[in-house]
């Protein structure tokens, strides 16, 4: 297995634009975590899917960001309009609820500089 | 505010001396894990212990659990360059809070050969 994919793996973009980050879990996996990591707050859990069903989203900042998984093997997060406070790495991470432990695999990240 | 809080928050030893960094949380556990971050890279799962155990070992890795202080410590022995990293503990509370688990601010170790 190839891991959990996530692109792109490095975004620049003006403020005000609409960024679009993309992850492929692990097949068989049914849990889907979509983390922020920044020096100053370190490691957020943004959203979590279980079966493709959003389960806890309290972790997302604002109404600009949003996340879809419209099927098991693809995720989207959305922000819209960005800032530059969302400037950092974004971590998707997959586990399968099967094992009786939530052991994550995480992605390598998708670094965002929003300028 | 974090479940998780690592002690120290960066670590500089020589090659070959052991390596011991502590986690303490603050809620009821179903269990506690360690994760490995390689600069620019994403986490890797090193070692998962249950709440109703109290050691537990992989490799060169030593983990213990206190329930009752709700601290954990991770040793890495005989460390080499490559273990250079930031470590983290992650804090799973089970099914009832939903199967997620939440993160400490990491230790960053620096290994010096």
């Known amino acids: 297995d190839a891991g959990v994919i996530q692109s792109p793996r490095h975004e620049v973009t003006e403020m005000g634009q609409e960024v679009t980050l993309r992850c492929k879990p692990i097949?068989?996996?049914?849990?889907l975590f979509w983390y922020r990591q920044t020096m100053m707050r370190g490691l957020e859990l943004l959203i979590y899917?279980?079966?493709?069903?959003?389960?806890?989203d309290s972790g997302m900042p604002e109404d600009r960001f949003s996340a879809k998984m419209p099927n098991a093997s693809f995720s989207t997060l959305k922000i819209q309009p960005s800032e530059p406070r969302d400037s950092a790495v974004y971590f998707c991470?997959?586990?399968?609820?099967?094992?009786?432990?939530?052991?994550?695999?995480f992605g390598a990240g998708s670094r965002l500089t929003v300028l | 505010s974090q479940q998780g809080e690592e002690d120290p928050q960066a670590l500089s030893i020589q090659e070959g001396e052991n390596a011991t960094m502590n986690c303490s949380y603050k809620?009821?556990?179903?269990?506690l894990q360690w994760y490995r971050q390689n600069s620019g890279r994403g986490l890797v799962h090193l070692i998962l212990?249950?709440?109703?155990?109290r050691e537990k070992h992989s490799g060169r890795l030593r983990v213990t659990l206190d329930t009752s202080k709700k601290s954990s410590s991770l040793l890495i022995t005989a460390s080499r360059a490559a273990d250079t990293a930031s470590y983290f503990c992650?804090?799973?509370?089970?099914?009832?809070?939903?199967?997620?688990?939440?993160f400490g601010g990491g230790t960053r170790v620096l290994v010096k050969p």
């Open positions: 991470a997959t586990s399968s609820g099967a094992s009786g432990a939530n052991v994550l695999t």
């Open positions: 097949s068989g996996h049914d849990y």
């Open positions: 899917f279980n079966n493709n069903v959003p389960i806890d």
């Open positions: 809620t009821s556990i179903n269990n």
């Open positions: 212990i249950r709440s109703n155990e």
């Open positions: 992650a804090t799973d509370l089970g099914k009832a809070a939903g199967n997620k688990l939440t």
